[in-house]
């Protein structure tokens, strides 16, 4: 899982990851109180590489935590947002 904009963003970023093998793959963003602010997919995908996009402009800044979660792993990225 890797944040491949600016971190700090001002406003959409991308979400990169990779999968070793095929799997239910879910990612989504919550903010430092722990509450979901986006779900980036929600989606069955094949052993590869992917991308989301997230379009933190629509948030306040702070800082926010990218979660993907799939049935080998849970892995957490944070990404900051400014203005």
Known sequence: LTV?????TRGATTIGYALPAPAHVQIEVYDALGRR???L???DAAARTGRVVWD???VTPGVYFVRMTSEA??????VVVAR
């Not at 491949?4 to 700090?8: D, F, I, K, V």
């Not at 792993?73 to 944070?78: D, G, I, K, P």
Request: hydrophobic letters at 45%; glycine letters at 10%; proline letters at 5%.
């Open 4 to 8: 491949e904009g600016a971190n700090p």
């Open 37 to 39: 602010v986006a779900l």
């Open 41 to 43: 997919a929600d989606r």
């Open 56 to 58: 933190a402009g629509r």
């Open 73 to 78: 792993a849970t892995l957490v990225r944070t």
